[in-house]
C-alpha cells in the first residue's frame, strides 16, 4: 500500500512538473496528457487497493470478484472494483481518440498508410467492446444483488458476456485485416509489392477467421445452457 501511494505521489510530481514545461513550450501538449493519465491510473490503482484492504478487514477472507461473492456489510466491493476497471478502461480511450484526431489528416494528404488509421480504429472498437463488457457485468452484479437473479445463471450470463466481447473483438480484427489485404493485394497487382507481404497478411487473416468461428461455437453452446 505504501509503495503505491509512494507511486501516486511521484506521478502526481511528475506530471505537476510535466506541465510547467507545458507552459514554457519546452515539451508538447502530448506529453502533458501522458502524464495527466498516468496519474488518473495510479489513482485508479491506489483506490483498488484500499477497497480490497476493506473487504480484507471486513471479512477476514481474500477479495473476490465472481459476480456471485455476497455483499460484505454494507458495501458491494465486486462492484466497487468493477467501477473502477471501467473508468480505467474509459481512460484507455482517451489517448486513441487523440491519436486518431492526428493521425486522420495525415492520412488524407498521404503522410500516414491507413493501414496505422485502421489499427487505431480497432483499438478504439476493442475498448469500447471491454467498457460494454464492463458495464454488462455491472449490471448483472446489481441483478445478483437485488436477488433477480441465481447464482448458476450469473456464471452463465457472465460467460455469455465475454464470449459476446471475444466475438466483437476477432470479428473487428477479421475486418481490419480484409481491409489490408484487400489494398495489399491491389499494390501486388501493380507491382509495387512482393507477394510475401499479402501472403503474410493472408495467413493473419485465416488465423483470425478460425478464431471467429471458435467464438462462434462457444456462443452456441452457452445459448443452449441457459
Same mark, same amino acid.
Given at each position: 500500500?505504501?509503495?503505491?501511494?509512494?507511486?501516486?505521489?511521484? $506521478?502526481?510530481?511528475?506530471?505537476?512538473?510535466?506541465?510547467?514545461?507545458?507552459? %514554457?513550450?519546452?515539451?508538447?501538449?502530448? +506529453?502533458?496528457?501522458?502524464?495527466?493519465?498516468? $496519474?488518473?491510473?495510479?489513482?485508479?490503482?491506489?483506490?483498488?487497493?484500499?477497497?480490497?484492504?476493506?473487504?480484507?478487514?471486513? #471479512?477476514?477472507?481474500?477479495?473476490?470478484?465472481?459476480?456471485?461473492? =455476497?455483499?460484505?456489510? #454494507?458495501? @458491494? !466491493?465486486?462492484?466497487?472494483?468493477?467501477?473502477?476497471?471501467?473508468?480505467?478502461?474509459?481512460?484507455?480511450?482517451?489517448?486513441?481518440?487523440?491519436?486518431?484526431? &492526428? !493521425?486522420?489528416?495525415?492520412?488524407?494528404?498521404?503522410?500516414?498508410?491507413?493501414?496505422?488509421?485502421?489499427?487505431?480504429?480497432?483499438?478504439?472498437?476493442?475498448?469500447?467492446? $471491454?467498457?460494454?463488457?464492463?458495464?454488462? *457485468?455491472? @449490471?448483472?452484479?446489481?441483478? !445478483?444483488?437485488?436477488?433477480?437473479?441465481?447464482?448458476?445463471?450469473?456464471?452463465?450470463?457472465? *460467460?455469455?458476456?465475454?464470449?459476446?466481447?471475444?466475438? #466483437?473483438?476477432?470479428? #473487428?480484427?477479421? @475486418?481490419?485485416?480484409?481491409?489490408?489485404? %484487400? &489494398?495489399? &493485394?491491389?499494390? +501486388?497487382?501493380?507491382?509495387?509489392?512482393? =507477394?510475401?507481404?499479402?501472403?503474410?497478411?493472408?495467413?493473419?487473416?485465416?488465423?483470425?477467421?478460425?478464431?471467429?468461428?471458435?467464438?462462434?461455437?462457444?456462443? @452456441?453452446?452457452?445459448?443452449?445452457?441457459?
Amino acid at each position: 500500500m505504501k509503495l503505491k501511494k509512494t507511486h501516486l505521489e511521484f $506521478t502526481k510530481e511528475m506530471a505537476t512538473r510535466t506541465e510547467t514545461l507545458v507552459s %514554457k513550450g519546452v515539451v508538447g501538449e502530448e +506529453e502533458n496528457q501522458v502524464m495527466k493519465l498516468a $496519474t488518473e491510473k495510479a489513482e485508479l490503482d491506489l483506490k483498488t487497493s484500499l477497497a480490497n484492504l476493506d473487504e480484507v478487514n471486513a #471479512s477476514g477472507e481474500i477479495p473476490l470478484n465472481e459476480l456471485y461473492t =455476497p455483499v460484505v456489510g #454494507s458495501r @458491494d !466491493f465486486v462492484s466497487e472494483r468493477l467501477k473502477i476497471e471501467r473508468k480505467e478502461a474509459e481512460l484507455g480511450l482517451k489517448p486513441l481518440g487523440s491519436r486518431l484526431g &492526428r !493521425f486522420q489528416p495525415l492520412v488524407k494528404k498521404g503522410l500516414v498508410s491507413k493501414d496505422q488509421l485502421d489499427q487505431i480504429q480497432a483499438e478504439m472498437a476493442a475498448r469500447k467492446a $471491454t467498457i460494454g463488457e464492463i458495464q454488462k *457485468r455491472l @449490471d448483472l452484479r446489481k441483478r !445478483f444483488v437485488a436477488g433477480t437473479i441465481m447464482a448458476q445463471e450469473v456464471e452463465i450470463e457472465d *460467460r455469455m458476456t465475454e464470449a459476446e466481447r471475444n466475438m #466483437s473483438s476477432t470479428q #473487428s480484427k477479421v @475486418d481490419s485485416l480484409q481491409e489490408q489485404l %484487400k &489494398r495489399l &493485394r491491389a499494390l +501486388e497487382t501493380r507491382g509495387l509489392i512482393s =507477394p510475401t507481404e499479402s501472403h503474410k497478411l493472408q495467413y493473419a487473416l485465416d488465423a483470425a477467421q478460425f478464431e471467429l468461428k471458435l467464438a462462434a461455437v462457444e456462443m @452456441d453452446v452457452l445459448q443452449k445452457a441457459k
